[in-house]
């Protein structure tokens, strides 16, 4: 079965930077388009970044343009999702997404606080 699983959120500073890593098994992976979202507290869950199968188109979400940037491994089955200069309002839960089998990971933690 299709399985993702999320690493990397912690506690950072404003201005600090993460880098996400989502593992996926149980499909071919390089055959399908990947997506990040967040879900802050008290908000709906949003798109952050979204990567063709190949990783030669993507795209951001309008606040994270020039901060996050998505990538991905086929050869190692993984996306990423790297994030500069963040900012307090950044803080959420992270999730991974394979969105043509409706797939979700568990989720992880970004804290972005002084």
């Known amino acids: 079965q299709v399985q993702l699983v999320e690493s990397g959120g912690g506690l950072v500073q404003p201005g600090g930077s993460l880098r996400l890593s989502c593992a996926a098994s149980?499909?071919?992976?390089?055959?399908?388009?990947m997506r990040w979202y967040r879900q802050a507290p008290g908000k709906e869950r949003e798109l952050v970044a979204a990567?063709?199968?190949?990783?030669?188109?993507?795209n951001h979400l309008d606040s994270v343009k020039g901060r996050f940037t998505i990538s991905r491994d086929n050869a190692k089955n993984m996306v990423f999702l790297q994030m500069n200069n963040l900012k307090p309002e950044d803080t959420a839960v992270y999730y991974c997404?394979?969105?043509?089998?409706?797939?979700w990971g568990q989720g992880t933690q970004v804290t972005v606080s002084s």
């Open positions: 990567i063709t199968n190949t990783g030669g188109s993507t």
């Open positions: 149980g499909f071919t992976f390089r055959y399908y388009g």
């Open positions: 997404s394979a969105p043509t089998f409706n797939a």
